[in-house]
């Protein structure tokens, strides 16, 4: 059984910075790309940021330049820095993966962290 727990969400006022974390255990053979989504009240989930396992990363126009994405392939950990936050960046923050175990190939969701922006 595998399992993604985030963690490092929370209320940060504009222009602060957060750090997310996603951490993968379980039966894990490998893990391929990584991201984060995130989903506003009343919005369709959204990718933020993308990380292949070499490291290649993309990222929604919203977000260049402020959010940074990176991995810890030894940890099975994805991160996700977060400066220069907006209210508009108000959401839960989700980490999806797509990992090999004994049985199958397949995308991984996390349970969600809240993150806030607000004065």
């Known amino acids: 059984q595998v399992q993604l727990v985030e963690s490092g969400g929370g209320l940060v006022q504009p222009g602060g910075s957060l750090r997310l974390s996603c951490a993968a255990s379980?039966?894990?053979?490998?893990?391929?790309?990584m991201g984060w989504y995130r989903q506003a009240p009343g919005k369709e989930r959204e990718l933020v940021a993308g990380?292949?396992?070499?490291?290649?990363?993309n990222y929604a126009d919203s977000v260049k330049g402020r959010f940074t994405i990176s991995r810890d392939n030894e940890k099975n950990t994805v991160y996700l820095q977060m400066d220069s936050l907006k209210p508009e960046d108000t959401a839960v923050y989700y980490c999806?993966?797509?990992?090999?175990?004994?049985?199958?190939?397949?995308?991984?969701w996390g349970q969600g962290t809240q993150v806030t922006v607000s004065s």
């Open positions: 990380s292949s396992r070499g490291g290649r990363t």
């Open positions: 379980g039966s894990i053979f490998s893990i391929d790309a």
């Open positions: 999806d993966a797509g990992i090999l175990t004994t049985f199958d190939m397949r995308n991984y």
